[in-house]
């Protein structure tokens, strides 16, 4: 490892590093060991180093420490010295020995990122949120399996992962000329055989160590109104939405039956001039009367429990008006282009965003999509650390929507707010959400074209690895209507993040949002996000023709299900193949009460069949242009697999439990439908409630058992199916 500091003033300092001590101690992330090294001689880095631990340079200090508990190492640097430059102030660089394939996420623009594979570190471009990668193979690759190395922020620097000149580093910018930092979090670091448990102790442990003021996905409680089947304004109407508009579209779903339990009024409601916030309230020519008579209007005539609106990071895309009401009332901060933001600094921008949510509030909204947030670099230009800037502005906002729009604490989690945070992946921004636990996972769905529609399915899949440690992933909305629907409305069934439509109304495709809640609204998601197969980890399928596939669990008392979802996101093959087998679903090899590999039953969406998968077998598949599936697996107890309603994408999250006795099984449903099980024979008996069906009113055909929607009626409230084999 080599490091390297940029004065702003003088020659770049470096030398070879040095051990000077060692020790234990103990902070939030657990007990560690530690050991520090320093220059072994402050020179410019042009002339050699000196060996020898008398000449180290005082004021530097880089520390290493490891967590025995977690297995992960921590750098952090401290530093007593002159301003440095404001990019690539600090760099540290290393080698990544036996590196054999890895996977990067790459900041493509300020807002976003995308996958990036590679089989040459060295390769890399700049502006990377991380790095997963597995070792050639040879000494130590079964035993090691993943390796894991994600940036840090702190104390004003901001860390990314790249390679120059072929040379690998971190690297850390603050955005200021002559910023002074003294404690940087650099890195944290650890190899597991299970990826996304060691992304999970990686973050943990860096969070902790690193003192990062937010909190991740795990450690927070996910949004009351994203639990819900919504509708979002923006594809239907852009910037053109009125109360009117919403008003119509609402009462179209409404009468299609399509449950709706969130309104989003996007962009185009605020009053604004020239891109810059004038006033809190909404146009009064768009919207008569203000968002509270259409929340009332919609609350009382449609139902609508959440309606939220939109709006920009830091008021509207360029800020706010200095010289309005509002602009007058609070703390701006001055950055370039004409730009004012609300004062991140010192809690001052807190009553910006708290007079803004309580008005909201008392027009009867109760949920928020924040917008632009990682637009940081361009409103601080360079008065304020890009990382202290995002970090203060996410503080301001978040206290205030805490108090306005709060969600009570899940057990053992942080209370959460109902809030989405969008154009938000950055450092500045997912490493300070302390209490909002729902993020936009990749750039805007773009109804319409063929090649966004794969490319969105394929960044969020894989954008999903790193980002869900801090939110869940939120797939943005889609359209019922278009030739691509099936695939996205799959991608957003699994995703395990909010299920919004933007449809127009009298295109909307009823049947196909119906598949995607509950009667009531709720959303059927999982009960963790999903995120792409072990086996696809570290491959590329947009660029070989293989069917790309993500896998989330849906666990029940009595029943644990995963969900296995296919695409075709290939860029220039029309057909790809894929196989199904045991190990796309790795919460399912070990399961209580049953043996290490047990055999699981699949049903299989497209084919609307049942099979077994053995241990070792593989199930293979064709996907064409556009196309989706998706797959159940269940383990098979007792001779039987509950697959849950069949007529929903998530069937099994429709399953609130099952209870096995003696050779029988009792299923309950949050309401009726298309009930499907796999048996290994025929049933004996077959009840809804205290109802014996008769032959006609079930069906049973190569071990899948299926009672039709028909023998339910009309049930919208919990229903129990009970089987005699």
């Known amino acids: 490892m080599n490091l390297m500091l940029r004065p702003q003033h003088g020659p770049a300092l470096g030398g070879r590093l040095v051990a000077v001590s060692a020790g234990s101690g103990k902070d939030r992330a657990g007990a560690y060991t530690f050991q520090s090294f320093g220059f072994s001689r402050a020179v410019p880095t042009s002339k050699p180093a000196v060996p020898g631990p008398a000449a180290t340079l005082p004021g530097v200090r880089l520390e290493i420490r490891y967590y025995p508990g977690s297995r992960v190492y921590v750098g952090i640097l401290g530093y007593q010295g002159v301003g440095l430059k404001p990019r690539g102030a600090i760099r540290y660089s290393l080698v990544l020995s036996n590196f054999g394939r890895g996977l990067a996420m790459h900041r493509y623009s300020l807002w976003w990122t995308e ?8 390769d890399l471009p700049n502006q990377n949120q991380m790095l997963l990668w597995r070792q050639m193979r040879g000494a130590g690759y079964k035993r090691l399996g993943y390796h894991l190395l994600v940036p840090l922020a702190g104390d004003g620097m901001m860390g990314e992962l790249g390679a120059r000149h072929a040379v690998f580093r971190i690297s850390f910018s603050s955005g200021v000329k002559g910023w002074l930092p003294q404690r940087v979090p650099l890195f944290a670091f650890g190899t597991g055989r299970n990826p996304y448990q060691l992304a999970r102790r990686v973050y943990t442990a860096g969070f902790a160590a690193g003192h990062i003021y937010g909190r991740l996905r795990w450690q927070k409680t996910f949004p009351t109104a994203y639990r819900y089947l919504g509708w979002c304004s923006w594809n239907t109407y852009y910037q053109g939405v009125t109360a009117a508009k919403v008003r119509a579209s609402i009462a179209w779903f409404e009468q299609h039956h399509i449950p709706l339990g969130f309104v989003l009024v996007d962009d185009g409601w605020l009053t604004q001039t020239k891109g810059r916030l004038e006033a809190y309230g909404a146009v009064k020519a768009k919207f008569p009367g203000g968002l509270k008579a259409l929340v ?5 005539r449609y139902h609508i429990p959440y309606i939220g609106v939109w709006h920009a990071f830091n008021g509207y895309w360029r800020g706010v008006d200095p010289t309005s009401g509002i602009g007058h009332a609070h703390v701006l901060l001055a950055g370039p282009y004409d730009l004012f933001s609300p004062e991140p600094a010192a809690n001052a921008g807190e009553a910006f965003y708290s007079d803004w949510y309580q008005r909201l509030r008392a027009d009867g909204i109760n949920f928020l999509k924040v917008d632009d947030q990682a637009s940081a670099p361009i409103f601080a230009g ?15 906002l978040q206290r205030a929507a805490r108090t306005a729009f709060p969600v009570a604490a899940a057990p053992h989690r942080a209370a959460g707010v109902n809030l989405l945070n969008c154009m938000g992946m950055s450092l500045e921004n997912v490493y300070n959400w302390r209490n909002s636990d729902v993020g936009r996972n990749s750039d805007d769905y773009v109804p319409g074209s063929p090649y966004d529609s794969r490319r969105h399915i394929f ?3 894989y954008n999903a690895y790193w980002f869900s440690n801090f939110a869940v992933p939120d797939w943005d909305m889609f359209e019922s ?3 691509d629907a099936r695939l996205q409305a799959i991608g957003r069934a699994i995703s395990g993040g909010p299920i919004y439509t933007t449809d127009p109304p009298r295109v909307a495709k009823a049947a196909m949002l119906r598949a995607l809640a509950l009667a009531n609204g709720l959303a059927l998601r999982p009960n963790r996000p999903a995120e792409v197969v072990p086996a696809q980890l570290l491959r590329n399928p947009a660029a070989s023709p293989i069917a790309l596939q993500v896998f989330a669990p849906v666990h029940r008392p009595g029943l644990r299900s995963e969900m296995v979802a296919a695409f075709n996101v290939n860029f220039t093959h029309e057909q790809v193949t894929g196989t199904l087998s045991s190990q796309d679903a790795p919460d399912l090899r070990h399961h209580g009460g049953m043996s290490a590999r047990p055999a699981l039953a699949v049903y299989e969406r497209n084919g609307h069949h049942a099979f077994l998968l053995a241990p070792g077998t593989r199930y293979h598949f064709h996907l064409g242009a556009l196309q989706a599936d998706l797959f159940s697996l269940v383990p098979v107890r007792h001779s039987l697999a509950v697959f849950g309603l ?5 069937g099994e999250a429709a399953v609130e439990t099952v209870r096995y006795s003696g050779s029988g099984a009792s299923i309950r449903l949050a309401q009726g439908g298309e009930f499907g099980a796999w048996l290994l024979h025929a049933p004996h008996r077959v009840w809804l409630g205290k109802k014996l069906l008769g032959p006609g009113e079930y069906h049973y055909a190569r071990h899948l058992l299926v009672i039709p929607a028909a023998s339910f009626g009309t049930a919208r409230t919990p229903v129990t199916v009970g ?3």
Not at 115 to 122: A, G, K, N
Not at 382 to 396: H, K
């Open 481 to 483: 209507a278009q030739p």
């Open 459 to 461: 960044d969020n899949a």
């Open 723 to 725: 089987l005699q084999f």
């Open 296 to 300: 009332s209007q919609l609350r009382q």
């Open 646 to 650: 069949l007529n929903k994408y998530l």
């Open 382 to 396: 360079g008065r304020l650390p890009v990382f202290a800037f995002g970090q203060g502005q996410e503080m301001n």
């Open 115 to 122: 996958p990036v594979f590679t089989s040459q570190y060295r």
